[in-house]
Each structure stands twice: as structure tokens, then as C-alpha cells.
């Protein structure tokens, strides 16, 4: 059952909007007047600093939440992100990622309530050749991965009402990324070198959030809305490795940019050595989500030239 509001706005509550998701959630939901054929009340929230507050490590505030607020639509763009870090804290990521997303579930179920959800690549153990099916078997191979596979199974176990949309290497012109960090040491070092081995589609916050409420508002105009709710791949279209996306990035650095620039070094992922082991191939099947909702995904390197356009714009002269 969802309980959608008959006189009132719509109540959207989003999670996390000081991260990259999140952000671009409460940024584009700003210039919402509708979703489906409802008025919209954004209700932003991170864990400091926003008028309402919430720490996804303390499951009392989050039924309090929910029940004091009753979102009818709750988008949680908050998580325990720090890949490497969560191999020396499992039970924070484990918390924030695998036991908070469940609580969510059931108090959202109790008031009929849709609860939207991002998971991740990292729930595959990147052995495949061709890009991971919903249906296909998951096997994360570091605690991130193993956090967010909890997270999905504890929402699947407490709700039909939701929307868990797997995603991979988010970037935006804001927050911590890929790109951020690439531009800001290719403009610093002389060389750098970039693994080459793992394969992966960069996908940028502002597409998962466009994204999100265009399926969400296909969902609210469904009268058999159920049929649609689920677990959906959502990436960027196309594929690169993180050297490739260096290249991307440096290649437009170039073009903007006197300074010289770092040189490219690919590298495998053997000679750089993290905490966390990642999956060497993530690519995602979004076959799913673009036949479910009529969408044709865009390929990752337009997104990143939205980007990178806006990065411009904002970077200090
Ligand atoms: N980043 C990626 O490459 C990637 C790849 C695949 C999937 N995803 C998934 O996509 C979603 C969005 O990721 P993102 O890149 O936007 O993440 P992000 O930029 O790291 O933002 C995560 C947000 O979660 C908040 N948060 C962390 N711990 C919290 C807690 N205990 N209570 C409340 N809020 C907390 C952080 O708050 P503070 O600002 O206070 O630290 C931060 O604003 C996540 O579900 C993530 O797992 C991300």
C-alpha cells in the first residue's frame, strides 16, 4: 500500500544532501513543482547542518523521524562511502549501510511510505565478462560491498514499496570523486599513475538524480505502481577503466588549462595496493530500468561533459 496524500503536497524526504546524490537531489528537487501529478514538499536532510538532522548510526532517531514526519517518499542518498576505510571499521559501515536501510524499510512500510535506494557495483566480485543482470548472483568481495548487499536485503526483507537503484563511480563537479582528485593532481604532479585493469561506467550525480525523479514520477502516475517498484541497474552508458577516465579527465584539463600536466601512467591494479579489493569488472546491464520506464540511459562521457561544463563555471579564476 502507498499512502499518497489527496489535499496535501507530497511529502519528499531526501537523506544525506551534503553527498554527491544527495546534493544534486535536493538541487533538482528545488526546481520541482510536481512529481507524478503531486505537489511537492522537499523535506532536505544530512546529518549536521540542515534544519532537521539525522545520524543513520542511531535507529531511535530514525523511527522518530519517519514517524514524527511521515514522508510519503523517502530518497536516501546517505552512506558509508569510504571503501578502503570500512576494511578497518565493518560495524560503522555495516551500521550506516547494512543495518540503517532496513529500519528506513520498516518504518516507511508501517505508513505507507516509498522508500528509494542506492546500492552499488561493489555487490558483484567483478569475475564476469558481460555486465551484471539484477538477477545475477552477488558476491561483494570487500566490506563496502558486503555493507550495501546487507542494506539490500534488509530493505527487501521489511517492504515491497521500494526502489533500490544500483549505480557505480559517482562524480560530480562537487564533493569527493574521482575527478576532483585526478584535476587536482594532474595539475600538481608530474606523473600519475592510474590502474588500467578495472572496467567500470563513470556515472555523475546529476543524471542518478534526473533519473530518479523521472522514474519516480512515472511510478506515482502508475495505478499499478506496484509492478513497478524493485531493484534496477542505473549507470551512465558505455565503459572505461579508471586510466581511461583520467585520459577524459586530462584531455579536458588541457584544452582549459596552461599549466603543464601531469603525464599518464597506466598501471595494474597489483602495483597499487589499497586496503579494500575492488571488483576488476562492474560494468551494470540497464536494460531493466530503460525498458520498465521507457528511458534511454545517455553515454557516461555526455554526462561528463555536462560536468565538467558546470565545473568550469564554478572553479574559482
Ligand atoms: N561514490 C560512488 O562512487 C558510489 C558508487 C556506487 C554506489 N554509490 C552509492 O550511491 C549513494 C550515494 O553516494 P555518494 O557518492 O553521493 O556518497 P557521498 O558523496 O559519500 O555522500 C554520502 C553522504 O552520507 C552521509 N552520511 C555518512 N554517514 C552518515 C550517517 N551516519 N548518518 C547520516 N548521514 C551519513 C555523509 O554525510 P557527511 O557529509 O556528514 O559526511 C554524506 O553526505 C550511496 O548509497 C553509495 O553507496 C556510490
Redesign the pocket.
Known sequence: MLNLPTASALRVMI??V?????WQLQQQGLNLKTLGRFPVEMIPI???GTPLT????DPWAIQMLIQTYQPQILIN?????AVDRAESEPELAIK??GTAPGILAEELDKIGGLLIH?????VFDGQSTTPYLETDQTNPINVYGQS?RIGEQAIQASTNNYLILR????YDSR???FLLTMGQLAQTQPQLKVVKDQIGSPTS?PLIARITYQILGQLLNTPDWQTLTGLYHLTAQGFTSWYGFAEKIVAHLAESSSHPLAALIPIPTRDYPTAAQRPAFSRLNCQKLQKTFGITLPAWEREFGIVWQTWLQSRPT
Open positions: 537523506l544525506g551534503n553527498g554527491q546524490v544527495g544530512a546529518r549536521q539525522l545520524d543513520l548510526t542518498g546517505a552512506a558509508y562511502t550506516i549501510n542506492y546500492s552499488t557495483d561493489y550495501k549505480t557505480s563511480w559517482v564533493g569527493k570523486n550525480a
